[in-house]
Nanobody, 120 residues
Framework: VQLVESGGGKVQSGGSLRLSCTASGLTFGDYNIGWFRQAPGKEREGVSC????????YYADSVKGRFTIARDNAKKTVYLQMGSLKPEDTAVYYCSIHPYGCSDWRVVSWGRGTQVTVSS
């Protein structure tokens, strides 16, 4: 299984970015896929997750109303559209597989991450 994150970059506060997570080596449509982030000196934080079946997506309170998660099973890709970015969103963002459902953050398999930097 391989997950590859992309789309990070440097933006000013209030800006937008769209992250992508492309998977290989698995039947993509069978899996819940999530995003978590880690900033220097801080604990890992679950950001969002999308189910493999129709159902509610998960968002951390810190990103609700600003981030939207979506998936394209044909492209084996999950997207994280991030808007109204804040400096506190600065982190390395990773996508991961949630074998126990989106409400469970015992994740497996993640990529190398993509850096998001938001300046004030």
């Amino acid at each position: 299984v391989q997950l590859v994150e992309s789309g990070g970059g440097k933006v000013q506060s209030g800006g937008s970015l769209r992250l992508s997570c492309t998977a290989s080596g698995l039947t993509f449509g069978d899996y819940n896929i999530g995003w978590f982030r880690q900033a220097p000196g801080k604990e890992r934080e679950g950001v969002s997750c999308i189910s493999n079946v129709d159902g509610p997506s998960y968002y951390a309170d810190s990103v609700k109303g600003r981030f939207t998660i979506a998936r394209d099973n044909a492209k084996k890709t999950v997207y994280l559209q991030m808007g109204s970015l804040k400096p506190e969103d600065t982190a390395v963002y990773y996508c991961s597989i949630h074998p126990y459902g989106c409400s469970d953050w015992r994740v497996v398999s993640w990529g190398r991450g993509t850096q998001v930097t938001v300046s004030s």
